[in-house]
């Protein structure tokens, strides 16, 4: 039976980091949800003009399994949107888990994460022979719990590259954890925010300096 539901990568922002096959789909696709919040709208200009474009920020994961759903026993090609690469910090494993449950298959279609746009907005590889060879990625505890063998402190004992996601808000416990964790004052940090749209921004500081340059920019 053809897939009829595709999980899609739709990459950090700038529609032109849309893979050829992300982009082949949308332009096929019946159905298309995407995150409104997070994802460049301009993403979707390459759409059917009779697609049904659904944006996902006001709805609940019920909602959303059931356009999907419903869309499949109609016999629509559904595309689903995540912001960056679905594979990090997608939240797709609940939507997942609920067309198993369904009996419907999907596929996922991998895209460009907003890690490597940042990567490429500040000039920078992540892995530097003799300085660093591992990139950890991450996120600050706070609604959301981390596994007590990932805490920041303790990921920051390795001295390696480092990239942090969804912890702007908490900058000043992010800091404190790197520092205990053996970080120097002095170790170069860098925020971008969104990645690769035409309001990017980016800010270079050392860790020392970095919640006052997040509170200032």
Known sequence: MAIQVYFIGAGPGDPELLTIKAKNIIERADVIIYADSLI???VCSCARERAEV??????DLQEITGIIVSSVKQG?????????????????????????????????????????AAAAALKTELTIPE?????????????????????????????????????????????????????LPDTPAAIVYRAS???????????????????TS
Not at 89 to 99: S, W
Not at 141 to 169: C, N, W, Y
């Open 40 to 42: 460049n709208p301009e």
């Open 54 to 59: 659904y944006r996902s920020a006001s709805l």
């Open 76 to 116: 629509k090609v559904v595309a689903r949107l995540q912001s960056g690469d679905p594979g990090i910090y997608g939240a797709i494993q609940e939507q997942m888990t609920a067309l198993d449950e369904q009996g419907i298959d999907y596929e996922i279609i991998p895209g460009v994460s907003s890690l490597f």
């Open 131 to 183: 300085l660093s060879q591992t990139v950890i990625i991450t996120r600050m505890e706070g609604r959301t719990p981390v596994p007590d063998l990932e805490s920041m402190k303790g990921l920051a004992a390795h001295q390696s590259s480092m990239v942090i996601f969804l912890s702007v808000s908490l900058i000043q416990e992010v800091v404190v954890e790197l520092l205990a964790g053996g970080y």
């Open 197 to 215: 749209w035409e309001d990017e921004i980016v800010v270079r500081t050392t860790l020392n300096d970095l919640v006052e340059q997040v509170r």
